[in-house]
Every structure is written in structure tokens, then in C-alpha cells.
């Protein structure tokens, strides 16, 4: 059974970054769209980030442009990178494939600040 392990987040000030990442048990990242989702405080989950084996991408309206997804085949490690984080942001995050297919890892809360 492949597991999925995210890190990286914590508490973003205004004007910081923070890349979060997700280690794949098995090399599913390879030959399936990886994704990025995240349930914020009180919501159900919600989809984030798709990018495809041929390096497109597809992000929802509300961090288009200031947030990126990125992959390292050879360590089954796909990436989020935040950037001006906002508030609206604060949510545990997550990576799974898209569609989802594979069990939920316990997520990583990130918190933007206002």
C-alpha cells in the first residue's frame, strides 16, 4: 500500500514562502498526475494543484499564479511552493494523484497570516 507523507508547513508571515512536500512509498508520482489538495478550517477538501507527466500544470482560481507544483521523479517527492500566502491559505494540505486514488496521508497544516 503507498504511503503518503507531507511536510513543510507551519506559520507563513506576510511576504514569506514555504514550499511543502510529499514522499510517495512507491514511484506513483511517475506515471499518474500528481495533486495537491487542502481542507481549510470548517470546509471540506478541495482540490489545489494538478501536474501532468508532461510538465503541464492546473491550478485553482484562488492561488493561480503565486503558488507552483513541481516533482522529483528519482525521490517520489512532489512539491507545493507557496508564495504570498494569504490568510484565506490556513489549511492542512495534502497530495494524493488526480483523480484521488490513493489513501490520504495526515496532511500538513499550513497558516498564512493575515
Known amino acids: 500500500q503507498v504511503q503518503l507523507v507531507e511536510s513543510g508547513g507551519g506559520l507563513v508571515q506576510p511576504g514569506e514562502s514555504l514550499r511543502l512536500s510529499c514522499a510517495a512509498s512507491?514511484?506513483?508520482?511517475?506515471?499518474?498526475?500528481a495533486g495537491w489538495y487542502r481542507r481549510p478550517p470548517g470546509k471540506e477538501r478541495e482540490w489545489v494543484a494538478s501536474?501532468?507527466?508532461?510538465?503541464?500544470?492546473g491550478y485553482a482560481d484562488a492561488v493561480e499564479g503565486r503558488f507552483t507544483i513541481s516533482k522529483d521523479n528519482a525521490k517520489n517527492t512532489v512539491y507545493l511552493q507557496m508564495n504570498d500566502l494569504k490568510i484565506e491559505g490556513t489549511a492542512v494540505y495534502f497530495c494524493?494523484?488526480?483523480?484521488?486514488?490513493?489513501?490520504w496521508g495526515q496532511g500538513n497544516q499550513v497558516n498564512g497570516s493575515p
Open positions: 501536474l501532468f507527466s508532461d510538465g503541464d500544470t
Open positions: 494524493n494523484s488526480v483523480p484521488v486514488f490513493y489513501t
Open positions: 512507491g514511484s506513483i508520482f511517475s506515471s499518474s498526475i
